[in-house]
């Protein structure tokens, strides 16, 4: 266990932020994030401080750059300018994210099990994944199962994948493996590729379209310039910025940009929701 005082960082929001679909919520605001074959437990300290279930070697190897600890992500927010009060506010309420450095293979997997998915459906695939075709591994706080090798899941069939809740996904799913597993697809030689090469050849792959393809390239390659567009962006740019947003204001971080409008819209939606609940009643 050890303790660090770090700024800009919330666990729980990033947990909740929809960039990750295997963690834990625990008591008192501390997340259990697993990611591959390791996990860890951040719970808060108290005077921006949080402890992590691991040592020291573990974290400076591991999981700061997981947690992309080294980034400023204060010198992001203070590009948005004032006169943005959405923006402003969504930085406000969301200034804990911070964009996690995922493996790009679960990662892409992910998300290709997440179209047309909704989160809670998306984090049962893949822990029913994991637990089906993913190696056992024990640590401080017990069994859990890492996320299951491109190797593993090509020797998968489909019916067992849909098994998992994938539905008609497991033939993305399937295909994707076996390019891997078989080589054809190099996921080293795709980080080495430009942004707009990165997202031809993420496009390119069956069962990747645009968002897919945005959200991997943020989410599993660290594109920070990615820009995914779900529902809850659409109804932001629609709503808040109807002349236009100006995304080339944040070149180079507007994935970042993304995702507190992102929470935030869909924090501003519960609000509503319960505020007509409580009238209905």
């Keep these: 266990m050890m303790v660090r005082a770090i700024g800009n960082f919330d666990p729980l ?13 625990l008591d008192g605001g501390a997340v259990r994030f697993t990611a591959g074959d390791r996990r860890v437990t951040v719970r808060p300290a108290g005077e921006g401080t949080f402890a992590f279930s691991c040592e020291e070697a ?3 190897t591991l999981w700061r750059g997981y947690f992309d600890l080294d980034a400023d992500y204060a010198a992001i927010g203070a590009r948005i300018p004032r006169e943005d009060a959405f923006l402003t506010a969504a930085y406000r309420y969301g200034r804990g994210l911070r964009i996690l450095r995922q493996d790009a293979w679960e990662a892409l997997a992910s998300f290709i099990v997440s179209q047309n998915n909704n989160i809670p459906r998306i984090r049962a695939s893949a822990q029913a994944l994991s637990e089906r075709f993913g190696e056992r591994r024990e640590d401080g706080e017990g069994a859990f199962f890492a996320f299951p090798t491109p190797q593993r899941l090509a020797r998968a069939t489909e019916d067992a ?6 539905g008609y996904r497991a033939a993305y799913i399937a295909a994707l493996a076996r390019e891997t597993a078989e080589g054809r697809l190099d996921l080293s030689a795709l ?15 069956n069962g990747v379209g645009p968002k897919v393809a945005q959200c991997a390239m943020l989410f599993g390659f660290h594109r920070l310039a990615a820009f995914p567009v779900d529902t809850w962006i659409r109804r932001a740019l629609a709503t808040r910025y109807p002349q236009g947003f100006p995304l080339e204001r944040y070149a180079g971080c507007g994935g970042v940009i993304q995702q507190y409008m992102f929470i935030y819209e869909r924090h501003l939606a519960q609000i509503e929701n319960q505020k007509k609940r409580r009238k209905e009643a």
């Design 13 to 25: 929001l990033i947990a909740r932020s929809g960039q990750l679909f295997r963690w834990e919520e």
């Design 58 to 60: 573990a974290f400076e």
């Design 161 to 166: 994948l849909r098994a998992c809740g994938l």
């Design 191 to 205: 980080c080495a590729l430009e942004d707009e090469s990165l997202r031809a050849a993420l496009c390119a792959l």
